[in-house]
């Protein structure tokens, strides 16, 4: 049933991610044009818990779309995970006279979210923020093109020094259990390589792979490697066994870490984080309630948060396929 919502409250949880500032900024300025109070919520689920929160104003929220982490911060919060603690976020939410609240975050702040929307009847929806890109149901998720492109630069510098000194480097990036940062650095900074979760090639067909590329004359090589890669060994297991198997290559390691999740939000974030903030808000002022707000074939969508978080996101078999053809 659709209820009356006057008050709305965001907040980011989780892993920050560039383009965050954005919808929050999207959130407030939206709610005040439609005439609703929008109160901010630092820290996450913990600061639910706490009461932490204040009401924002359109001039609140300006300068900062061009900014990288979260003005909100984020934090993880056990006591969310207890009815205890949900029961104490709820009669926060009550007692602030707030109807509904926006969370922006990734996969395991929208289950949490879920969860606590079912025990207490209470309007949400999602924006979906993570540098991994691993929400189903979206096309990108904010963050992603500016971490995919921080990634990106750091391989090109790399590839400067690998070429002075005919040195194998093995690059890890993140991207947890999908392989969308590896896949898209990878292949825009010309990698020789690209180590997947979504496609075990096994380290032996790698080191064959190499083996073939120093024959054809390359005497420099990088390869991309997903912090998820399910070969069963890590980076440095992976460059020793390959060091191992062809002395022929002085091997180096660098984990590119949490750089990527820093950094002025490109412009494609900060529209993208705009329309989904928006859409967010007028989702709720029309009735639409634990949905997830989305990018789609160019277009801004609302769908089920119970397909954010249950189907299944990985790199599509399309780009998988093209990644042998171009680091032949």
Known sequence: MKKRI??????????????????IRAVVRSG???????????????????GDMERYSARMVSNIINRGGTILKTARSEEFRTVEGRKKAYENLVKNNIDALVVIGGDGSFRGMKVFAEEFDF?????????????????YTIGFDTAANTAMDAIDKIRDTASSHNRLFFIEVMGRDAGFLATYAGLAGGAE??????????????????RRSKRSGKTSSMVVVAEGEKSGK???EIARYVEENLKEYEVRVVIIGHIQRGGC????????????????????????????????????????????????????Q???RIIPILTT
């Open 193 to 210: 390589d690209i180590l997947i979760p979504e496609k075990d090639r096994g380290i032996d067909s790698l080191v064959n792979s190499l």
């Open 265 to 316: 939000p490109s412009v494609f974030d900060r529209v993208l984080a705009s329309r989904l903030g928006i859409k967010a808000v007028e989702a709720l002022l029309d009735g639409q309630y634990n949905m997830v707000t989305g990018f789609k074939s160019n277009h801004v969508i609302v769908y089920p948060l119970e397909q954010a978080i249950t189907d299944q996101k990985g790199v599509s």
């Open 234 to 236: 890590n980076v440095f």
């Open 6 to 23: 006057q008050n709305i409250a965001v907040m980011t949880s989780g892993g920050d991610a560039p383009g965050m500032n954005a919808a």
């Open 32 to 50: 005040v044009y439609y005439n609703k109070d929008v109160f901010g919520i630092y820290r996450g689920y913990e600061g639910l818990i706490e």
């Open 318 to 320: 399309e780009l998988i």
């Open 123 to 139: 309007p949400v929806i999602g924006i979906p923020a993570t540098i991994d890109n691993d929400i189903s149901g979206t096309d």
